[in-house]
């Protein structure tokens, strides 16, 4: 028994891992803009599907990922600049209604690029196992691992050392006051969907060689990233990667130990469960309004 907990830990940790790359997508435009966007996962789909693309065309598969997280993060853009600014002020359900019907429309895109096939990406580095103790952990799951600390490290760096990371707190914080003191709130959006766009394409090429893509692979991805960031926290992005962390492990722990039927149910319970206690979110910003 403590060989296979350790077997779900390390699953866990990296399918967790993946679910906080889209948490942190989804915290990070939350911030800016306080939209829920309901695209983040296909973002994690076209980046997947579009390096398959580009490698099956004759490119080299480290400049096919490069351009694949290029064209989803002008994706991203495209989609701040004709969806979402023009309903600027407009109330936060209709923005979150434009975000789903973003979702749908770039689902029937992916669908008739693309079909309903399954597609794999070759591994970075082999497909032969690696044992750790009893358990064994493939090559691709370390790129996966080390690719999400070193993108969670660099979003952090990017907020706490450069000043677009520091403006785009301050419009977190109060989009007015930043407004006052010279940030333009607008290209700070752009940026965020776009630093969310790439976040989400990255996340999509260091999972695809272990799991299969499609068209649709993005819709439950989408919402278990949704379900980290509300655990962290929305708007909280290391939060959402704790969150991601925390789902993955349970996830992987139910589906061994229960019944890989359940694995779904047991982190939506878990997501109701912390906000039945904690409607913030674990590491969630207390609000308290004067009246």
Known sequence: MPEQLFQFLLTGITVGSLYALVGLGFALIYNASDVVNFA???????????TIALLGA??????????????TVLVGLLLERFAIEPALGAPVVSTII????????????ALL?????????PAFSGDAPIQLGSATLLPQSLWVLGG???LVLGVRFFFERTRPGKALLACSY??????LVGINVRVM????YGLSAGLGALAGILI???????????????????SAAIVGGMGNPMGAVVGGLLLGVLESLGAGLISSGYKDAIAFLFVLMVLFFEPTGLFGHKVAERV
């Open 40 to 50: 983040q996962g296909e973002f994690v789909m076209l980046g997947a599907m579009l």
């Open 58 to 71: 004759g490119l080299p598969l480290p400049l096919a990922a490069l351009a694949a997280t290029g064209l």
């Open 98 to 109: 434009i975000t789903i019907g973003a979702a749908i429309f770039l689902r029937g895109a």
């Open 113 to 121: 690029l693309w079909g309903k096939d399954f597609h794999r990406l």
């Open 148 to 150: 999400t600390a070193l």
């Open 174 to 179: 109060n989009r007015t006051a930043a407004q």
């Open 189 to 192: 959006l752009r940026l965020a």
């Open 208 to 226: 695809a060689p272990i799991t299969f893509s499609s068209y649709e692979a993005g819709v439950m991805l989408g919402l278990k990233g949704f």
